[in-house]
């Protein structure tokens, strides 16, 4: 699985990004693939969606997250992904291996909660 990692912090979190106003979803996160790694990615089907409020640094916010089932052309399943490079100095992509989510801080901790339960429709508020 493909995560984000926050360099200075050491978070990880789903690769995305922000909605920009009237544009749909899949669309958005396929253009946040393309300026953060230069990945022209394929976007599929909607998986979950996920809302929380939560205090970064000290400001209160409300994140609302779609999670959509992505495929990046060139990878195979059950072989070895190649690497993704960031085209941003703060964040860096890594493949980390679903058994051991639980290893690693994959924040919001929902959506760790529902990769390990092996994916599939839910759809939560906190």
Not at 20 to 49: D, N, Q, S, Y
Not at 69 to 77: L, Y
Request: proline share 6%; net charge negative.
């Amino acid at each position: 699985m493909l995560l984000c990692r926050n360099r200075k912090h050491g978070y990880c979190y789903l690769p995305g990004g922000h909605v920009e106003f009237g544009e749909p979803a899949a669309i958005a996160l396929a253009r946040e693939f393309e300026e953060e790694c230069g990945l022209k990615v394929k976007v599929g089907g909607f998986c979950f969606a996920h809302e929380q409020v939560f205090r970064q640094r000290g400001k209160l916010r409300h994140e609302v997250s779609l999670v959509f089932h992505v495929e990046i052309p060139g990878t195979q399943a059950g072989g070895p992904p190649a690497p993704v490079l960031s085209l941003e100095e703060h964040i860096e992509f890594i493949w980390h291996p679903l058994a051991t989510l639980g290893e690693i801080e994959l924040l919001p901790h929902h959506h760790a909660d529902w990769l390990s339960r092996g994916g599939g429709a839910w759809i939560e508020q906190v």
